[in-house]
Nanobody, 124 residues
């Protein structure tokens, strides 16, 4: 089972990108969906998550107020809207699921399925 992440690119500081996560093999709406990111030489860190219960979600403190996670249920997509991007946001972004309904998982090793990652580069 694979997830597909897309939407990355090169953007100037202060710019915006919208990442998408979907799957052709299962319905992402049935599970909590997580976004992680990994910069060179750093650990993979949790950025955001949206549950499949009541739309509950969370975002990391480092991106709070700038990143928003949402679902497009009819199209089986989870979005990560990233605004006011900073150079420190440069990383490969991955979507993943642990097949649970909630966002309690904190670590990448709790995930069961991953997308291949999409590169986000914030630079002037």
């Amino acid at each position: 089972v694979q997830l597909q992440a897309s939407g990355g690119g090169l953007v100037q500081p202060g710019g915006s990108l919208r990442l998408s996560c979907t799957s052709s093999e299962f319905t992402v709406d049935n599970y909590a969906v997580f976004w992680f990111r990994q910069a060179p030489g750093k650990e993979r860190e949790k950025v955001s998550c949206i549950s499949n219960l009541n739309g509950n979600f969370n975002v990391a403190d480092s991106v709070k107020g700038r990143f928003t996670i949402s679902r497009d249920r009819p199209n089986n997509i989870v979005y990560l809207q990233m605004d006011n991007l900073e150079p420190d946001d440069t990383a490969t972004y991955y979507c993943a699921t642990d097949e649970s309904s909630n966002c309690s998982a904190q670590n990448h090793y709790d995930m069961h399925y991953w997308g291949k990652g999409t590169q986000v580069t914030v630079s002037s």
